[in-house]
């Protein structure tokens, strides 16, 4: 749930950047859409804000809990916003782009991929969320410090383009804080991604075909059977061929084999 609603927040302000085009809080002649996103960030806010203090309350650790970096990106990603909507400031876009953070906690789904048979599947969420993240966060910070009349898409565009090292050169950062921006853009993705990249590398290595198989009791089998140990295919072979033979009644029983290699050719060829 946390999740969706730092996605629904995230896309919430990219709509809400729309109107800095105009210089206005708002889309112009949009007021009631204005509105009702401005109800759903209120709503979310709160939602946040309750979940992050019944976090803390349950945690053993309760100062650790409090000043965990993630928590201090949900500080810093709902406090401003929040109390800008009751009004005690007035916005601007330093401000309310403290919303843009809420994308980083898009990293909560990481736990989902605990499980060891999933290491591969989180290597390429972290590669995936890392782009996207580096790609969000440059263009938010350019639509603050650029004074051009260019939309959120526009940046998102620029940044795609420069970190594919193609440079179109249509739309470019004029202020020397757009142009900082861009080389933290490029130096932060020059140090992470390699070190995903690599990460990703080995889990595919290390997770072989047999290694990511699972098995999955059906309803209607009541037993089965595992077989550990490290010997050799024939040794395999004169066991099943003895336990599957028609005498012993097990010919509907599946057999579980677990071993710390991959099979050879003939192994292979028993098993099929």
């Not at 960030?41 to 965990?68: G, H, P, R, T």
């Not at 009004?87 to 789904?109: D, H, P, W």
């Not at 440059?138 to 051009?148: A, D, H, T, Y």
């Not at 933290?184 to 070190?195: C, E, H």
């Amino acid at each position: 749930m946390n999740v969706i609603g730092s996605l629904t927040m995230s896309f919430i302000h990219a709509i809400d950047t729309y109107a800095w085009i105009y210089n206005q809080p708002s889309i112009p002649g949009n007021q009631n859409l204005q509105d009702i996103q401005n109800l759903i960030e209120f709503s979310l806010n709160i939602y946040f804000i309750l979940d992050l203090l019944l976090n803390i309350y349950i945690s053993e650790n309760k100062l650790f809990q409090a000043f965990q970096a993630i928590n201090i990106v949900e500080y810093i990603s709902i406090l401003p916003t929040f109390l800008l909507r009751l009004n005690l400031y007035s916005a601007t876009k330093v401000i309310v782009s403290t919303r843009a953070l809420r994308f980083l906690l898009i990293s909560k789904l990481t736990p989902l991929f605990a499980k060891r048979s999933w290491d591969v599947g989180k290597q390429y969420f972290q590669l995936i969320f890392t782009v996207l993240s580096i790609l969000w966060l440059g263009s938010n910070f350019l639509l603050v410090v650029e004074k051009q009349d260019y939309a959120f898409h526009n940046y998102f565009y620029f940044c795609i383009v420069t970190l594919s090292t193609v440079g179109f050169g249509d739309i470019y950062p004029k202020s020397e804080l757009g142009r900082l921006c861009v080389v933290i853009i490029l130096i932060s993705l020059l140090s992470i991604l390699p070190r995903q990249a690599e990460a990703l590398k080995r889990s595919l290595n290390q997770n072989s075909e047999y290694a990511r198989k699972s098995y999955k009791r059906s309803q209607n089998q009541a037993k089965h059977i595992v077989i550990l140990g490290n010997t050799n295919t024939q040794a395999y072979h004169t066991f099943l061929e003895e336990f599957y033979h028609k005498d012993h009644g097990f010919i509907e029983t599946p057999c579980v084999i677990f071993k710390n290699r991959p099979p050879d050719e003939e192994m292979k060829s028993l098993l099929q």
